[in-house]
């Protein structure tokens, strides 16, 4: 994962011509009318707030979770496709061991990158 990023992130460093949009979960979900407002500019789209809105809504996690669940991908009766959708939940599927060797490696393979901020020891705790 950490060299899909870094080499993506290498490719459109040496092709700034390529417009790239980055769509953060973490900030989605604090603001989702703005995220689909800054998608929709991004796209050179006419901006419709009450569009934007009820594009927000709907693509809210519950929503997704509640209109979808009869397409997800199930074990035991159970999706997996869809959990909780909340920000920092994947740390409660960490020991304290695993989360400091996943911090050790994101550190070594991250260290540099534009990104690294975003997920590092010092700012996801």
């Known amino acids: 994962m950490f060299e899909n990023l870094r080499d993506a992130e ?7 011509d390529i417009p790239v949009h980055f769509q953060i979960y973490e900030e989605t979900m604090k603001d989702p009318v703005a995220a689909v407002k800054a ?3 991004f796209v050179g789209l006419p901006r419709n ?3 934007c809105h009820a594009i927000a ?6 929503r997704m979770k509640t209109d979808k ?15 909780k959708g909340t920000v920092g939940d994947w740390r409660n599927w960490f020991t304290e ?3 400091e060797e996943y911090y050790r490696v994101y550190d070594e ?5 534009r990104f690294y901020d975003r ?3 010092h700012t996801t705790q």
């Open 119 to 121: 997920y590092a020891k």
């Open 57 to 62: 809504e709907k693509c809210t996690f519950v």
């Open 109 to 113: 393979k991250m260290a540099g990158s």
């Open 10 to 16: 290498k490719f459109f460093g040496e092709n700034p």
């Open 39 to 41: 998608l929709s500019d």
């Open 97 to 99: 061991e695993m989360l």
């Open 49 to 51: 707030d009450d569009l």
């Open 69 to 83: 669940d009869q397409y997800a991908m199930k074990s035991n009766g159970k999706s997996y496709l869809f959990r």
